[in-house]
T-cell receptor, first 113, second 110 residues
Framework: EAGVAQSPRYKIIEKRQSVAFWCNPISGHATLYWYQQILGQGPKLLIQFQNNGVVDDSQLPKDRFSAERLKGVDSTLKIQPAKLEDSAVYLC???????????FGPGTRLLVL | EDQVTQSPEALRLQEGESSSLNCSYTVSGLRGLFWYRQDPGKGPEFLFTLYSAGEEKEKERLKATLTKKESFLHITAPKPEDSATYLCAVQAGGAQKLVFGQGTRLTINP
């Protein structure tokens, strides 16, 4: 069974630029999560989708971050404009439903200069 | 607010030297406690879920236990390939999200 796929794996941008990340969850998983992991810390949830709908986006900085999940499968996370403090690994995870076990992708490493 | 604290932050062991990692939590109504392993440059890999105090789960050289306030990840006779960061997370109350600790970075020297 294929795991969670993410792209790109690495991205370097300058501050005030925009960037987008893509995630394809495990087939059949209804719930999709985006986490931010700053170096030396545990992952922090940014947004959770159940099929197409947003379940929890309480920790998403909505002035600069946005996310969508079209057709209840793939998802994109966008940052516009990026700040230096956005440098982190962005992890996507999926689960059959909630609260089932979450399975993580390899992450996208973002460096904002 | 749900909180998870892991200790120690880093642990260095010799191959074959058994030890334990600690995860202390403060939550309102624990639904599940999760252990993940994270290798450098990779996403977290699921290890165990524990649901109630007294529960134990084992996988190869790892055993996870749970009390009402903390969880331990015991590693018996570790090998260099067990070197990784071990993350603990809780799912609590009506929330569906995982709240993670900061992790324990484990190094096993040959």
């Amino acid at each position: 069974e294929a795991g969670v796929a993410q792209s790109p794996r690495y991205k370097i941008i300058e501050k005030r630029q925009s960037v987008a990340f893509w995630c394809n969850p495990i087939s059949g998983h209804a719930t999709l999560y985006w986490y931010q992991q700053i170096l030396g810390q545990g992952p922090k949830l940014l947004i959770q989708f159940q099929n197409n709908g947003v379940v929890d986006d309480s920790q998403l900085p909505k002035d600069r971050f946005s996310a969508e999940r079209l057709k209840g499968v793939d998802s994109t996370l966008k940052i516009q404009p990026a700040k230096l403090e956005d440098s982190a690994v962005y992890l996507c995870a999926s689960s059959l439903s909630s609260p089932e076990t979450q399975y993580f992708g390899p992450g996208t490493r973002l460096l904002v200069l | 607010e749900d909180q998870v604290t892991q200790s120690p932050e880093a642990l260095r062991l010799q191959e074959g030297e058994s030890s334990s990692l600690n995860c202390s939590y403060t939550v309102s109504g624990l639904r599940g406690l999760f252990w993940y392993r994270q290798d450098p440059g990779k996403g977290p890999e699921f290890l165990f879920t524990l649901y109630s105090a007294g529960e134990e789960k084992e996988k190869e050289r790892l055993k996870a236990t749970l009390t009402k306030k903390e969880s331990f990840l015991h590693i018996t006779a570790p090998k260099p390939e067990d070197s990784a960061t071990y993350l603990c997370a809780v799912q609590a109350g009506g929330a569906q999200k995982l709240v993670f600790g900061q992790g324990t970075r484990l190094t096993i020297n040959p």
